[in-house]
């Protein structure tokens, strides 16, 4: 695969105990040129999406092509807590080569229909959110028939149109334009949207869409039973749920190196008590994090997030 680079030990580092207590020494490099290894028990694997084409054509700030390795670095030093029958891989980055973003969303689509065939649970890391189309049209293939609800953890919409062609503001709408087109369904739920981050023509279309969604200041641990409840409700009507963190939603206090970063963000208690819900509905099937721009982390402060929410996640469902 030429946007396909396999996974590097170098990456992970950190404290050594000899007896797998820290997730450095648990990781699994697995290249995905070759056959997958065989397992009967369950498998979080990691793949990156190194590209930030999309960011730039959205008038960005470039720098999260980096972002999967800086995730990586702050994940392996985080302690193991996993069973020894619970395997974690690193399945290398997905790159984007000449600025095609659209052939890297093809890679990572074609990649994560392969984990999901191989029935291993797909973190994907980011790079920008352009990733999110590729990701779903993965999701797409290895599912051709499910009702796939997406709950995007975001101070974005990204649901611009794409009629100037595709950045990172555009994912959600080309999938509702695919959705159309096949006679899917389009559902979507946004968590963290904020007035000061999308234009009335955004919240135009995400009504024309019946996106629901809720905004930053009612996405806050003060209302966290109805967010429960809006979660709940949007979970009933589907089959499986692709969840995507777009790390430019939290405030920047947590989260600084970002592609947009503002002060105005969610915390992550409140997307931590959100995503317990999701997990503990069974229904999760994929996950990524996008928009980590290492350029402008503070002390690595964006990428322990992004670390700590994946950590949580994984034991959380390796609990279950």
Request: proline share 5%; hydrophobic share 40%; with cysteine.
């Amino acid at each position: 695969m030429k946007n396909y680079t396999k996974p590097i030990a170098t990456t992970w580092t950190g404290r050594p105990s000899g007896e797998h207590a820290y997730l450095h020494e648990k990781v699994r490099l697995t290249d995905l040129n070759q056959p997958l290894p065989k397992t009967e028990t369950r498998v979080f694997t990691l793949l990156g999406y190194a590209c930030d084409a999309g960011v730039a054509r959205n008038q960005g700030r470039p720098g999260a092509a980096a972002g999967p390795d800086a995730i990586r670095q702050m994940l392996g030093r985080m302690p193991n807590h996993l069973e020894e029958t619970i395997h974690f891989w690193d399945a290398g980055n997905v790159h984007c080569k000449s600025g095609s973003m659209e052939n890297a969303q093809a890679c990572l689509g074609e990649n994560v229909a392969r984990l999901l065939g191989h029935k291993a649970f797909p973190i994907v890391l980011g790079g920008g959110h352009d990733m999110a189309y590729g990701h779903f049209r993965g999701i797409r293939d290895h599912l051709p028939t499910a009702r796939i609800g997406i709950v995007n953890f975001d101070a974005h919409f990204d649901l611009r149109s794409n009629e100037n062609g595709n950045n990172s503001g555009t994912p959600f709408y080309q999938i509702a334009l695919d959705a159309s087109e096949a006679g899917h369904p389009f559902d979507y739920l946004c968590l963290g949207i904020r007035k000061d981050a999308n234009d009335a023509q955004l919240f135009k279309r995400a009504e024309s869409l019946r996106v629901p969604f809720v905004e930053r200041e009612d996405f806050s641990m003060h209302e966290l039973t109805s967010v429960q409840m809006i979660l709940l409700s949007f979970m009933e009507r589907v089959d499986t749920l692709y969840v995507t963190i777009d790390l430019d939603g939290f405030s920047s206090a947590f989260s600084p190196g970002v592609s947009a970063p503002s002060p105005m963000g969610f915390s992550p208690d409140i997307a931590w008590e959100s995503l317990k819900v999701i997990i503990d509905s069974g229904k999760l099937c994929s996950l990524d994090l996008a928009e980590l721009n290492p350029t402008f982390d503070i002390d690595h402060q964006s990428a322990r997030l992004a670390a700590s929410l994946i950590h949580a996640v994984m034991h959380r469902m390796a609990s279950l």
